[in-house]
């Protein structure tokens, strides 16, 4: 499986998420998870965050997804450093869903925040396998994403979380 396969659909049946893992039970479960891509499909009105986990101390995996539906709102606000690639790591975070919308908040630093508004939202941890191919030496921009997942990057869901706007929001 592709980590784009994830973005049309989260697979049924995968493991829940322990509310440690769940940030849809508790959103500071985010905190130093670094954003390192967002895919906006807007035909489909689907939103993919694409979290690197390896400064997080509480979520399990390499990689994470987390993934709006329904999408109606997409909004990073950035540094002036944003014009290339940098790890944005989640300094805060918060979800809000009331019976029309969930609205997703993650601010981080470098001075960055990203807004997400949706219908729905799945938050799926990865077991990734990035490409181990060394990039061309003259080729910067690939040298700055290489061993980074980014869509075409093959994994594994280890578990999975989900949020609707009309269902009951999980309890701490």
């Given at each position: 499986m592709q980590v784009r396969d994830l973005l049309f659909g989260v697979p049924s049946g995968l493991p829940p998420l322990a509310d440690t893992e769940d940030p849809f039970a508790d959103a500071l479960a985010l905190v130093d998870a670094q954003v390192t891509r967002v895919i906006v499909d807007i035909p489909a009105g689907v939103v993919g965050v694409l979290l690197e986990l390896r400064q997080s101390t509480r979520l399990r995996g390499t990689t994470a997804l987390l993934r709006v539906t329904g999408a109606v709102r997409q909004e990073w606000t950035g540094?002036?450093?944003?014009?290339?690639?940098?790890?944005?790591?989640?300094?805060?975070?918060?979800?809000?869903?009331d019976l029309t919308a969930i609205r997703i908040?993650?601010?981080?630093?470098?001075?960055?925040?990203?807004?997400l508004t949706?219908?729905?939202?799945?938050?799926?941890?990865?077991?990734?396998?990035?490409?181990?191919?060394?990039?061309?030496?003259?080729?910067?921009?690939?040298l700055l994403r290489f061993?980074?997942?980014?869509?075409?990057?093959?994994?594994?869901?280890?578990?999975?979380?989900h949020l609707r706007s009309s269902a009951p929001f999980p309890r701490h």
């Open positions: 540094s002036a450093s944003a014009n290339r690639f940098t790890a944005w790591s989640i300094t805060d975070a918060a979800i809000d869903r908040a993650l601010h981080c630093l470098p001075a960055g925040s990203l807004h949706g219908t729905a939202a799945d938050f799926v941890l990865l077991s990734a396998r990035p490409d181990r191919t060394p990039p061309s030496s003259t080729d910067p921009a690939a061993g980074v997942v980014d869509e075409s990057t093959v994994c594994d869901p280890l578990g999975a979380a």
